[in-house]
């Protein structure tokens, strides 16, 4: 079963209905020490960089309740950093290769939590 290319995501708000749509085609990105990655309008983020890096920083999205994100990475990440986001407990630390890291966003308590 495949997904659809572009999932709808909304919170309702006071009167009216405010959505995004997030596709769910991966941003490939192939990051360098010390770079800041943005995240665009994915769920999924793919990090590719031709080796272990010493530092990156992840810009996570403007999120609505219920919007995932997936981050997984072909090389080490030694300590990340991240901005843009608020976490419900401390978020990690640093990236293990081929390890995911799973992020859901609530809107009722205004934090990203660590799946």
């Given amino acids: ?7 709808s995501v909304g919170s309702t708000s006071s009167d009216f209905l405010t959505s995004k749509v997030f596709s769910t085609t991966p941003q490939y990105i192939v990051p360098v020490t010390g770079q800041t990655v943005t995240v665009s309008t994915t769920s999924r983020l793919i990090l590719n960089p031709a080796g272990t890096l010493s530092a990156l920083t992840i810009k996570f999205p403007s999120a609505v309740d219920g919007q995932t994100l997936s981050i997984v990475s072909s090389g ?9 986001a608020t976490f419900r407990t401390t978020g990690p630390a640093a990236i293990v290769a081929y390890t995911p890291l799973r992020y859901i966003y609530s809107s009722t308590t205004g934090n990203w939590w660590v799946q």
Avoid: D, E, H, R
């Fill in 1 to 7: 079963m495949s997904l659809p290319p572009k999932q």
């Fill in 76 to 84: 080490a990440v030694t300590t990340l950093t991240t901005s843009g």
